[in-house]
Structure formats: C-alpha cells, structure tokens
C-alpha cells in the first residue's frame, strides 16, 4: 500500500514548467555522486542547470514524483534557470539511473540523500552562499517531490524556502481515511483517534502503483494543464514536456525499476536483490501485503507510513512555504493541504496556499500558477518582485458547456481559514429525508462507482466529465437533499453533517464501513459530483440492539459554486469501488441527527481574474477556425494599439461622422458628430427613430458602424474593446435571472466582471435602485418600474467614469424621478460623465446641462440646455414696475412684441443679450428679481423636429 501511495506521490510529480526556445541559455552538467559509505553507499543520477550570467545565484532542488526521475523535471529545471537560478534535479534511489532501495522518503534515506544534495550544492561556485556548508537554497517538487521538499525542510535548517504541489501530510490518512475523521457520541464507543488503524483502505490508487513499482510500464497517457483563468483557449498547446507522459511522474515506465528495456528514458534495470515488491524495502512491502489483503493497516504500519510523511515534521518547518493543491484529486484531497498548513502555521511559518483545478486526476498546474511559485522562490530567496504574502486562493471552475472549455476565476482572499482548526465560515444547508435501510452486499460486489482513479490524468481537461460517472447502485445508498438554493452557494473546503447509523438488529455486532458524498443536483435532475471524490469511514462497534451511533462525518474537500434553483444531495452508500469493503453481508439504518443540515464552508475573497468559455474544441474544422479567430485577434489586437487618440484621453465621448445603414436603403443615424465632455449631463432628445437607441448601441459596441467613429477617453470604440470597462450602461431594457433577488443579480453581475468586490460600490447602487426590503426578492415578483430601478442600480456599479442610460425614467413614479434627477447630477458633480437618452423633455430640462438634439439619424441642435433654450431671444423679466420696463426694452433697437402680464414682462430681445437688457432696467430704477428664456425646451424641440415628434 506504501508503495502504490509513493507511486502515486510520483503521479503528482508531472511535469509542470515548460520552456520556451526563445528564452535565456541554459547550461547543463551532468553528474552521478556518491552518497553514503560501504554497503549503504548509493549512487545518485543528477543533473546541473546553471544560467547563463548572474551567478553566484540562489539554488533549488528539485524532486521528482513516483516513478519518474530527474529527467521527468527537465522541462521545469530549465524553466527556473531561465529565471536565474541554479537547478539541481536528481533521480531519487530507485528510480532512473539511481543505485538503492525506495523508502518512501524515509528519514534516513531520500531524506537523508537530499541532506547530502543540499551539501555537495554548497561546494559549488555558481551558488550563492549563507555561510559555511550552507548554500541558500529552495526545494520543490509535486506528489512524491513535494513530500520530500517538506520532511528535507524539517531535517535540515538550511532549507530557505519551500514550495510543495500536490502532496500529502500523512501517508495513512491518505491512503487509508480512517475514524479518526468521525466522531462517536454513543456511551461505551472509542473516542476520536483511539480506532485510527481501522480506516478504509484506498484500494484501487495504491494498487495502480504498486503495480508501477514491480516493474510493469507505468501510465503512459499524456497529461495536460488544469484550465486556469484566460487561457482555455490553448491550454492544451503546449506538448508534454520531457519524460512528462507518464501522469504518474515517469515518462512511460521508463523510470520504474525494471520496466521496459534496458537504459530506456534514462532508466535501467538494478543490479542488486529484488523482493516481491520490486525494489521497495522489505518493510514497506510487508505494510502493503498486510493491508492490501486485509483491508486494514496494524498500528506498526500506520507508525511506519507516519515516520515517512511530512506529518511527522511540519510542526517544526518554520521556513516560508507556498502549498499548492488540486481541486482534482482522489488521491491526496484539499484535507492533506489543510493538515499541513496548520501544522507550519502553528509553528510560527509564513504559509500561502493555493488550490488549483487540477490535481491527479485534473491536470498540473497551468502556466500562471507555475509562474507564481517560481515567484515565490523569486522573493523569498533573491527579495525580488512584490511579496506573495501568505493569503489563500482558489480557482473556480465554471459549468462546462457542451462545446468548448470550462471557465475558470481565481478568488483571493486575505487569509487561509484551514491554517487554523475549526476556522472560517460555514452556511447552513437544512437537508430533508426520512431514515433509510442500506445493504451491504456479499463479497462487497457489485459496488458503487465515484471515481476511476488516474482517469483525469488519461483524458486531459475532460476529467471534469467524470464528475458525471458516479453510479450509486440502488439498496446500497441512502440520499438526504436540500431544497432549491434561493442564490448560488460557492463551497470552497470540506463540508461537515451528522448522521445515525445502526445496525439493522438480527445480526452479530461489529462494524460498518460507508462511503459518503454530496452531490449538485440541477433542475433537470443532472446530478454531478465535484471533485469524483468521498469520504471513507468506519463506523466500529454498532450495538447488536439496533441502537444508533451518531458521528459527525467530514466531506472531501471541493470547491464548487452550487447555482440557484440547484439542490444538494448527501449520498451515503455502503460500496465503492475505489476501496476495500467488508465481504460479510450486512445491513444498516442510516438517517440524518440533529441538526438534519449541511455545513457548508465559504471563503470569501476577491475574483482576481477570469477567463470565459471561448471557441468549441470539436474537429479539425473548429481547430482550423481557431487559427483563423486567432489571427483576426492579433489583427486586432494591433489596430486597437494605434486606435487611440492621445490628446483625447480626458474626453470621456467624441463622436465623428457616425452613420449606420441597414439593407433596403435604411439609414439609422447620418453623419452624426459631438462632444461630450466631464462633468456634464448630457441628453440625448428626439422623437421614435430619431437614431437615439441606434446610437447607443453603437457606442456600447454592441453593433458595427457602417461609417465614423466613436472615441471613449481617446480609444476607438468596437467589440469588446477594453474601455468599455469605464463605461455603466443601461441600454433597451433589462436582462436579469428572475429566479434570483435583486441584490443575487447585481452580485453575481459583478461577480462576472471579475473585478474585485470591494470596487462594487453595493451599498450607493442599492440605495439609488430605492427597492428597500424588496431588493432580497425574486426579481421574478418585480413590476416593471421596480426592474428599471435594478437596472439603473446595475449601470452605476463600481461608479463608472461614463454613464448611459437609455430612458432610465420608464416606469419611475414623480417621487423616484426627483431623486433619480438628484442622483444623476451629483454623480456627474463628483467629475463623471452622464449620458441620458430620454422623451421626457421636461425632465431633460431640469436635468441635464447639455443637449443633443437629433431627428431622422441627423444631428439637428446641440449645446447647453440654457443657450438652445434661449435660442429664439424671447425673455421674461420679473420686475417691481412692469410698465416702466415695459417703455425702458421698447427704447432698444430690434426689440419687439413687448407686454406685461401679472408682473412679469415679456420681450423679444432679437439678438440683444439679456445682460444688456437688465442694466436697461437697473440703471432705470427698475428692481429685476428675475430673468430668462421665455421658452420652454419643448418649444424648441418641436420647433426644431415638427408636430410630428410631439409623441
């Protein structure tokens, strides 16, 4: 059983760093060293890459996974020496051209080998030195690597650095999850721990591997990178690294003792004795036997497995350490991250954990996260670039369509709750299900399906199909589901629930062994199983009475956004064909205890990134067609580099010469032009198709001009240009989810905006939407001016520099529009720009500074609201002696049609300027209160666009 773990330990090791060939040379030397004396004298296969310039420089050791050997790391060595740095990858004993036995990192072997890597690199001149025999260096590696970077880090003080991928922390925990993840609460039961030797033996992985290590050929599939946020497009593109075919570390066995030829892949058959466990250590073979026909370890092996983990030294790592795991993966869960980081946290060390989409059975980490750990080694060992820091951050996988790629955002958040036991936020999810009885089969077949261990390492990125294989077979499994989510609930960690199981009176005492998961259930009935993975526990020494024992059972850890209208299903089934089950026929009664929920753990953070579901993946047409798409891209890409106009950086809106044509002779807008400048309200006036609509869809690159163009803050306006990140729009209705609230659907808006949440401003839109209590409803249940209200809160999320609004008063009572006239102008008070396409012209008046004024497709007045409006030079004076100022204007050349009514006076000036009009009257004695335009906006918009328009 050791042995298939190491091996599978070796399946994390993929390669994980490629190089490109246009980059910095890098030299190579290689090297067999002696280690050790006499009889335990090994022979270690290694190989140098030094940078071309820049040293003396850091140093990182680099381990390889199970099976594999230093040339499984080659792409990944010559990628941080690229970086700068002097690499030393090696080929552990046992593998490759390696002499000795494998210990599975025993203290006193790989361990202790590496102890001696570390200081035959201090005798080396191109490394940097922190003192005598002590060479600053890093250690990293995946699965089998990256144990032995965390027990070398706890051996030996003159490890700086750390960074291990997708590892374990307890061999036995993870090979055999046992009770000691439940709790019994039943008078007379063990406590917690005191039955850790009975856990339920992962079968199916340790026998893949052991099977590796007798020396048949290993997996030999290709595996490619988990997706990450931005680059589903081609994250299939780059090929597999050297000896990065097998999804265990190796290279097609070629690296496992005696597989294959002679010398093939750099490996070799040993000379020396072999065992009936390969070339393992008599030992580790004897735990295998054990447990591998038995099903359960003696507490010898679990003390063995426990000397050879990282368990047994992370509490005393100090040393900043960057833990990367995956999401996906049967093999080593979120749960080993957790153990791990707690452990160094708890012993004062800097810890940054990073959960990816891949894993063994998803894929090694994408070329963005290879990128942050060599940073990691960047900072910690040179003081080069930004801190890391020591938060948390999780990928989320998005659903996958049935063409293409699946999306991917990245969530940051400032702190990792699985540093700290019992830490973080939970959700309760009340669950529903009345007690179930469930058998347990004779010979423990057939049996419930949740994973096919290595499958995601076979096929790539389409593992995350195997969430849709599980098959729980009927009478063995007891379901518990939710009611429908009212919002999306992103599980990100290791859900907890109570349960009570007896068993079923009539047969002997003894003990039950269950298998537990939870699965996303839509509104179809699709049911998927994040992760493919279960928790595996055993229940010991159910009372023959039929009493029940409740335990509190801990769900594998996943990250998954459950959407609204979704459900949550628990499954507790009695099989699975991953791991040993009783043979002895039995049956049980499983039901929810109190309380009947789910714990569900939520991080919340920043979406720091996301990249959505681009071009369908299917044939050679659609790959000829992505080439196509990508070079119209970088086209492009080009003209958006010199479509922007410097001197008009500042300006948020200039349009020029715009015009849209339809087939049939339709022309929608002709050759229209103006300006917007900051701190204006600008309205946007002319009767149904005038343009208006047309125009602002256009400017939110939503369709094509046919002619001109269109500048927002100096950059040309077309699909997707960037700039339209700047700009709030509420253009030709809503488009809201109506089985979510108001406030799901702005957060989730601006969830897929992928800027962070604290840029959101939710608190102003909300109130400026006025819905009150409303806003937590279906937004199904809203009436229309309500819906209008979300959309304008919509717009004005993350306070854009630009703001459109078509219409934005539809719907709105006289009080709500008073306030939404307010709103618009303090918000362009505060240096931003409105633009507000409206019919309410009496509204546009007390709103807006400025006016465009369009009829047909054609700009026909523009400016501000106060000059158009006096656009015809007819005043009204509010004077203290009418007839007075009545005889003072007729004294003025041009002035005519002069009356009096109530007071006021009226005069049309004829070009006189209405300053010069009211010094008349002053310097008269006539006392002026008030003076203005005679018209109203609406005089002039019919007078400009004809009776027609009054509509």
């Given at each position: 059983?050791?042995i ?7 399946a ?56 594999g ?17 002097v ?43 922190d ?70 033996f ?16 290993g ?17 299939n ?15 097609g ?12 892949n750099g490996?070799q ?15 580790i ?36 350490t ?5 999401e ?11 153990a ?14 990073s ?11 994408g070329?963005?996260?290879?990128s ?18 020591s ?7 998005g659903?996958?369509?049935a063409?293409g ?16 036991s ?32 290595g ?14 294989m599980?098959?729980?077979l ?89 959407e ?31 309380p ?12 720091s ?21 990508g ?29 849209k ?10 050759s229209?032009s103006?300006r ?17 609509t ?13 002619t001109?163009t269109?500048r927002?803050?100096?950059?040309k ?14 253009v ?37 939407a ?5 806003v ?32 934005p ?22 240096g ?49 002696l ?31 300027p ?7 009257l ?13 018209r ?16």
């Amino acid at each position: 059983m050791v042995i298939l773990l190491v091996a599978l330990l070796a399946a994390a090791g993929v390669v994980w760093f490629l190089a490109d060939d246009d980059t910095a040379e890098v030299r190579t030397q290689e090297s067999v060293l002696p280690i050790g004396t006499g009889i335990s004298q090994v022979r270690i296969d290694t190989t140098l890459y030094l940078p071309e310039t820049g040293t003396p420089a850091p140093a990182i050791l680099l381990a390889h996974g199970f099976g594999g050997s230093k040339d499984s790391v080659a792409g990944e060595a010559r990628e941080m020496a690229e970086r700068g740095f002097v690499v030393l990858a090696y080929s552990a004993r046992g593998f490759g051209r390696s002499t000795g036995e494998i210990a599975l990192n025993a203290p006193d072997a790989e361990v202790a080998d590496a102890r001696e890597l570390i200081s035959w690199l201090s005798t080396r001149s191109e490394v940097q030195k922190d003192g005598p025999n002590d060479p600053r260096v890093g250690v990293t590696g995946a699965s089998y690597g990256g144990a032995l970077s965390l027990l070398l880090a706890g051996h030996d003080p003159r490890v700086d650095v750390l960074a291990p991928v997708i590892t374990y922390n307890d061999l036995g925990q993870a090979l055999i999850p046992n009770a000691a993840t439940t709790r019994t609460d039943l008078p007379g039961t063990p406590a917690a721990g005191a039955f850790e030797a009975n856990g339920v033996f992962k079968r199916s992985w340790a026998g893949i591997f052991f099977a590796a290590g007798m020396g048949g050929a290993g997996l030999a599939n290709p595996q490619a990178d988990a997706p990450e946020p931005g680059d589903e497009e081609d994250q299939n593109a780059d090929p597999p690294a050297p000896g990065g075919g097998d999804p265990t570390g190796g290279a097609g066995g070629g690296g496992i003792p005696g597989a294959g030829a002679p010398g093939q892949n750099g490996g070799q058959r040993q000379a020396g004795p072999m065992n009936a466990c390969g070339r393992f250590r008599l030992e580790i073979c004897r735990a295998y036997a054990e447990v591998a026909t038995t099903g359960k370890a003696s507490q010898a092996t679990v003390d063995l497995l426990r000397s050879v983990s990282p368990v047994s030294v992370a509490d005393r790592i100090t040393k900043p350490t960057m833990i990367v795991q995956g999401e996906q993966d049967t093999l080593f869960g979120l749960d080993q991250a957790d153990a791990t980081a707690r452990a160094i946290a708890r012993a004062g060390g800097k810890v940054k954990v990073s959960w990816y989409t891949g894993g063994h059975d998803g894929g090694r980490p994408g070329k963005e996260l290879r990128s942050s750990i060599v940073d990691w080694f960047d900072f910690h060992l040179r003081g080069n670039g930004s801190d890391p820091g020591s938060g948390f951050q999780y990928a989320v996988q998005g659903a996958l369509r049935a063409q293409g790629t699946p999306s991917v955002r990245t969530v940051t958040a400032a702190n990792y709750p699985g540093a700290a036991s019992g830490a973080g936020e939970r959700k309760t999810v009340p669950l529903r299900g009345e007690q179930q009885t469930v058998v347990n089969p004779p010979g423990g077949n057939p049996a419930s399906v949740s994973s096919m261990p290595g499958l995601g390492a076979m096929i790539g990125s389409s593992s995350r199909l195997a969430g849709r294989m599980a098959i729980d077979l009927p009478g063995q499994v007891a379901r518990f589901r939710s009611a429908p989510l009212d919002g999306q609930l992103l599980i990100a960690g290791s859900s907890t629930v109570r349960l009570r199981i007896a068993a079923v009176p009539g047969q002997p005492p003894g003990e039950g062994v269950f298998f537990a998961k939870i699965y996303d259930v839509g509104p179809d009935g699709v049911k998927i199983l994040p992760g493919s993975n279960v928790s595996a526990f055993r229940v010991p020494n159910l009372p023959a009475d039929g009493r029940p024992v409740e335990v509190t059972v801990t769900l594998p850890g996943i990250v998954r956004p459950i959407e609204a209208e979704h459900a949550i299903e628990l499954a507790v089934t009695t099989t699975d064909q991953s791991y040993a089950t009783p043979a002895q026929p039995a049956a049980y009664t499983v039901a929810l205890a109190e309380p009947a929920s789910l714990a569900a753990p939520v991080v919340p953070g920043s979406a720091s990134s996301t990249g959505p579901p681009t071009a369908p993946l299917i044939g050679i047409g659609v790959v000829l067609g992505l080439a196509v798409l990508g070079g119209i891209a970088m086209i492009v890409l080009r003209r958006r580099r010199s479509d922007v106009d410097s001197e008009l950086a500042d300006v948020p809106l200039v349009i020029e010469n715009l015009s849209k044509s339809y087939p049939g002779g339709v022309t929608a807008v002709d050759s229209l032009s103006f300006r917007v400048d900051t701190g204006q309200v600008l309205g946007l006036l002319g009767p149904n198709g005038a343009g208006k609509t047309t125009t602002l869809r256009m400017l939110m690159g939503l369709i094509t001009p046919t002619t001109g163009t269109i500048r927002v803050f100096g950059h040309k306006i077309d699909s997707g240009a960037p700039v339209l990140s700047r700009i709030g729009s509420f253009v030709e209705g809503s488009g809201f989810l109506p089985h979510l609230s108001g406030e799901a659907n702005l957060r989730l808006y601006w969830a897929a905006t992928g800027r962070p949440t604290e840029h959101a401003h939710f608190n102003e839109a909300l109130e400026i939407a006025g819905l009150g209590d409303a806003v937590r409803r279906r937004v199904r249940t809203y009436s229309q001016g309500m819906r209008q209200r979300l959309a304008i809160a919509q717009a004005m999320l993350g306070l854009p520099d630009l703001l459109v609004l078509d219409e934005p008063t539809n719907g709105l009572d006289p009080p709500q529009i008073h306030q939404m006239r307010e709103v618009l102008q303090k918000y362009a008070s505060t240096g931003r720009t409105v633009l507000v396409s409206s019919h309410l012209l009496a509204e546009v008046e007390q709103t807006c500074s400025h006016v465009v004024v369009m009829h047909r497709g054609r700009l026909i007045a523009s400016g501000e609201v106060s000059d158009i409006v006096a656009g015809g030079g007819e005043a009204t004076f509010r004077v203290d002696l009418p007839d007075r100022a009545a005889e003072v204007l007729r004294g003025f050349d041009g002035v005519s049609e002069v009356s009096t009514e109530d007071g006021v006076v009226h005069a049309s000036l004829n070009g006189t300027p209405r300053s010069t009009a009211v010094a008349a009257l002053v310097e008269a004695g006539v006392a002026v209160e008030q003076a203005g335009p005679r018209r109203r906006l609406e005089d002039v918009f019919l007078e400009l666009v004809g009776e027609e328009a009054s509509g």
